[in-house]
């Protein structure tokens, strides 16, 4: 079975510093793995995603995230926090079944971004 | 492209009438997927279609909620009859899946409040 785990519900930076945020994931076959962006009263955009092939992957507005099989790691980060980078993130993993395949999503961090 | 569309952006009812909740998905997409997040829930996936037939509906949460997809451009979420704790937002995304899932494109969501 597939699954997805954001280790922080909340996490808080100033500008100017780096951003860390964290996912897990367990899957019984190479997964694809996704961050999603939620601005206040949007829906999801796409940041990033990791098909299998480079392990560090960029993404748009200088976030990037790296594949790590070993640890079942793809933690998402950015070396310098800007004020609208506050949202809610999403990590997001690939899932099989009989009649095919879908997306689960963790449970989101929400980034608070201070001044 | 327009992107995903969904209509309408807000409704408001009340309890015990009928909803529905309309998505237009991108063209050339196979695959669409309708979630509900709340704040206690978080994002929901509710159903998801590929190639215009319902692979997945465990997400529904009762019979109160249908969902078809009569072509490849449109899409209906409906509740019927509505309660209050169907109030959330609504999102259709919308995806080409050949394989392997890939990214999902999101609508700007529908706010549904059931009085």
């Known amino acids: 079975a597939q699954s997805v785990t954001q280790l922080d519900s909340h996490v808080s930076v100033s500008e100017g510093t780096p951003v860390l945020l964290r996912c897990n994931y367990s899957?019984?076959?190479?997964?694809?793995l996704f961050w999603y962006v939620q601005h206040p009263n949007k829906g999801l955009q796409l940041l990033l995603k990791y098909t299998s092939a480079a392990t560090l992957v960029k993404g748009i507005n200088g976030f990037e995230a790296e594949f790590k099989k070993s640890e079942t790691s793809f933690h998402l980060t950015k070396p310098s926090a800007h004020m609208s980078d506050a949202a809610e993130y999403f990590c997001v993993v690939t899932t099989v079944n009989q009649a095919g395949t879908a997306l689960i999503f963790g449970k989101g961090t929400t980034l608070s971004v201070s001044s | 492209d327009a992107g995903v569309i969904q209509s309408p952006r807000h409704e408001v009812t009340e309890m015990g009438q009928e909803v529905t909740l309309r998505c237009k998905p991108i063209?050339?997409?196979?695959?669409l997927f309708w979630y509900r997040q709340t704040m206690m829930r978080g994002l929901e996936l509710l159903i998801y279609f590929n190639n215009n037939v319902p692979i997945d509906d465990s997400g529904m949460p009762e019979d109160r909620f249908s969902a078809k997809m009569p072509n490849a451009s449109f899409s209906t979420l409906k509740i019927q009859p509505s309660e209050p704790r169907d109030s959330a937002v609504y999102f259709c995304?919308?995806?080409?899946?050949?394989?392997?899932?890939?990214?999902?494109?999101f609508g700007p969501g529908t706010r549904l409040t059931v009085l």
């Open positions: 899957s019984s076959y190479s997964p694809s």
């Open positions: 063209s050339g997409h196979n695959s």
């Open positions: 995304a919308s995806s080409f899946i050949l394989g392997q899932a890939n990214e999902q494109f």
